[in-house]
């Protein structure tokens, strides 16, 4: 029988497919070929069943599904370290929003995305959520980079560098969703900021466009005690009530953070098919609160995984906001067995891509969806001795260990090397943002 020739053949020690769930698949091989998975066999059927163009021998590798960093603010990390220790409204009204009112532009943006997306793919994201401003330049530095993103044109009543008001942010969202509709990489989404700040007119027309439009809602939503305690002062219910009332709460809406929440909440959640995006190392760093992930899960609500910015994290590494998440469901539910490894790399993966709408190209590696995956070596003093990998990738430091990711099928790290940006480079326009932020 004739071999059949395809781009990408890897072989390796093991492979966490994601589906079917709680597998480890060993001394396995990848075939791939147009950018899609042509399927998982084991290595002597695949030399026999493939010639490639490419073939990696990661013999000390695992190779799983990219991970899904489910919310950010990547242009933020020119602003990391720049005001810590601080709660959540001081940070962001006293601080942050100052900081983004002087300097934030195109070209900070993009110098800050670029910053970003470096970390997260040197650390095994190939796909992320940003919910920032100046869209354009998100976007041209997601195609250049080729990470997937879904980007969040973010809607505020006030001005900002970006936008005079709600209108004015919603119509240029609007105009880059036309710009990237159909694009393979790229989605846009509705992204008021938070309750407390976007007005109900505003909030209704976001509504209206995500139905019409069929476009996800991103938002922030029951992140502190104090938005809950002045939504019922101001509004006479809780955050969540209040975004159901408006028409909000839709099968395509993430809801950041939910640290705020009880069982009536939960139960809204759930009769709404909504999703919950959980930020555990920035809610601890803001002390913000505990989202209750092991309650959402036996709710049956969809929950993913995200970094927050690195103003507020301080890091993109989603390897680590795993296991911060895996331990803190632990302490929350006090339950040892709640959130074990592989329902945390499942978090990562799958429920990020099912969040984002993208659960039938992304998030497992299974035969016709996109190659979007990472190896890592499992080989490092801190892995050994390896028992289990699922648990060494969840309970230990995986994220300076990933060795190679592809989106697509596209190599964007090799060995350890950035093959679409440069390192260099990045560090020098970040040490001229901070003399410039600092002065």
């Known amino acids: 029988m004739q071999a059949t020739k395809i781009d990408l053949l890897i072989h390796c020690r093991w492979i966490i497919p994601i589906v079917p769930?709680?597998?480890?698949?060993?001394?396995?091989?990848?075939?791939?070929?147009?950018?899609?998975?042509?399927?998982?066999?084991p290595r002597a059927e695949a030399d026999k069943k493939f010639t490639a163009d490419k073939v990696e021998h990661l013999n000390d590798h695992l190779v799983m599904p990219g991970l899904i960093n489910a919310h950010g603010h990547a242009a933020m990390s020119l602003l990391r370290g720049y005001a810590d220790d601080l709660a959540l409204r001081p940070w962001l009204e006293d601080h942050i929003w100052p900081a983004e009112n002087r300097h934030v532009s195109a070209e900070f943006v993009t110098d800050g995305t670029n910053l970003a997306m470096a970390e997260m793919i040197a650390s095994g994201t190939t796909c992320f959520a940003d919910m920032y401003f100046f869209d354009e330049a998100i976007a041209e530095a997601a195609r250049n980079s080729g990470m997937r993103c879904q980007i969040g044109f973010t809607v505020l009543d006030f001005p900002t560098a970006y936008a005079k008001g709600a209108d004015d942010y919603i119509h240029k969202g609007l105009q880059l969703n036309d710009r990237y509709s159909g694009h393979s990489l790229i989605k846009i989404a509705c992204a008021p900021h938070a309750p407390y700040s976007v007005s109900d007119p505003a909030m209704q027309r976001i509504a209206t466009y995500a139905n019409e439009l069929d476009m996800p809602i991103h938002?922030?939503?029951?992140?502190?005690?104090?938005?809950?305690?002045?939504?019922i002062e101001q509004y006479g219910c809780r955050p969540l009530e209040r975004l159901k009332n408006l028409g909000l709460l839709l099968p395509q809406t993430q809801l950041v953070h939910m640290t705020q929440i009880n069982g009536d909440d939960i139960r809204m959640v759930q009769d709404h098919n909504c999703h919950v995006v959980h930020c555990p190392e920035s809610n601890l760093k803001l002390a913000s609160g505990f989202c209750p992930v092991g309650e959402l899960l036996e709710a049956g609500i969809n929950v993913a995984l995200g970094t927050d910015g690195a103003a507020s994290n301080n890091d993109l590494d989603l390897f680590a906001e795993l296991k911060t998440a895996a331990l803190l469901a632990k302490a929350v539910a006090?339950?040892?067995?709640?959130?074990?490894?592989?329902?945390?790399?499942r978090m990562a993966t799958l429920h990020g891509a099912k969040a984002l709408g993208w659960d039938h190209e992304i998030g497992s590696l299974e035969a016709g969806?996109?190659?979007?995956?990472?190896?890592i070596r499992m080989d490092s003093l801190t892995q050994q001795p390896l028992y289990n990998p699922a648990c060494q990738l969840v309970y230990t430091n995986a994220g300076s260990q990933v060795s190679h990711s592809w989106v697509a099928g596209k190599a964007l790290l090799t060995e350890g090397q950035l093959t679409t940006v440069n390192r260099q480079s990045l560090i020098h326009r970040a040490t001229e943002w901070r003399n410039k932020i600092s002065c």
Do not use: F, W
């Not at 006090?334 to 790399?345: E, G, I, S």
């Open 21 to 41: 769930e709680n597998q480890i698949l060993e001394n396995c091989s990848l075939a791939v070929d147009g950018g899609k998975i042509i399927g998982t066999y």
């Open 219 to 231: 938002i922030h939503c029951h992140e502190t005690g104090r938005e809950v305690t002045e939504s």
């Open 334 to 345: 006090k339950d040892p067995a709640v959130l074990d490894a592989h329902q945390a790399l």
């Open 369 to 375: 969806k996109s190659a979007d995956m990472i190896a």
